[in-house]
């Protein structure tokens, strides 16, 4: 949901209208706010200059203590938030703004998440795992984006954009999105961009920054179990299981001996709420 809708928190309280409202069709998920914008447009917020704008940073797009007092305000009447934040300095913020509410409000799990956390510090990988925050992610940004990413960011900080595997091996909860309509939805670019770092079209040999390519099996449980749980469902979604929503698509081939092929393998089935909607 936009960005807007954290800001009318007051009136989904006076309406009340409680976290979570809904049933397995349709429900009120995480609030969203948006806290920086993007690589390409030079505003994601950045500690650094842009390499190819010296004098750029990006912005926030609010004031640091407004992003604070609207996640507290937010966390303290029991709301999922999701924030977008595209920059080290707006990931970093984020992070202490999570912090900040955890400690006014302490003894609750949550579901915090931050979408897209694609320009994230190394210590800052280390925090998302401290706190318990997701990192969700959309890996047809980083090849899409891989078109002019370096020469925004220069070589150090390139190293630190689009992770995926070092989420992981850092113990990070993340999950796999599309970010439809920004980018495609068919969710087997998706796939394709996290495993091979490669654009649709093909290239670069091996993939872009390879070392953070995950396997086929881990890009698809991170789409499934994974964005279940940042979303709190993972007891009634996610995984295929006995007891759970039986929402199933049945691939015409096994795209995980030959992940190459996802791109182009059709579906043959599609099943939701155990009834098939789609047969090819």
């Not at 954009?161 to 989420?167: D, E, H, L, N, P």
């Amino acid at each position: 949901m936009g960005d807007h809708l954290i800001e009318v928190l007051p009136a989904l309280l006076e309406s009340g209208v409680p976290a979570g409202l809904g049933d397995e069709w349709l429900a009120l998920g995480a609030l969203k706010l948006i806290s920086d914008g993007s690589l390409g447009a030079g505003t994601a917020a950045f500690f650094e200059g842009y390499a190819d704008e010296p004098g750029n940073r990006g912005l926030l797009l609010k004031e640091a203590a407004e992003i604070e007092r609207l996640i507290l305000a937010a966390d303290a009447h029991g709301f999922s938030l999701a924030v977008h934040a595209i920059g080290d300095r707006a990931n970093a913020l984020v992070l202490d703004c999570f912090d900040a509410a955890a400690r006014a409000h302490p003894g609750r799990e949550r579901r915090w998440r931050v979408e897209h956390a694609q320009h994230v510090r190394a210590a800052d990988v280390a925090r998302f795992r401290a706190l318990g925050v997701v990192a969700s992610l959309q890996p047809f940004h980083a090849v899409d984006d891989m078109r002019f990413a370096a020469r925004r960011l220069g070589p150090r900080r390139e190293g630190e954009a689009y992770r995926v595997r070092s989420f992981l091996d850092a113990g990070v909860a993340v999950a796999f999105g599309t970010d439809w309509y920004v980018e495609p939805l068919d969710p087997r670019t998706v796939l394709h961009a996290a495993v091979l770092r490669e654009a649709v079209g093909g290239g670069p040999a091996g993939g872009w920054r390879p070392e953070e390519r995950v396997s086929m099996e881990d890009a698809l449980d991170l789409y499934t179990r994974g964005s279940a749980f940042a979303e709190g469902t993972e007891r009634v979604k996610g995984t295929l299981q006995p007891g759970r929503l039986a929402d199933v698509v049945v691939l015409a081939g096994d795209v995980i001996q030959d992940p190459r092929s996802v791109l182009h393998t059709p579906v043959d089935i599609t099943i939701v709420g155990g009834r098939v909607v789609f047969e090819r």
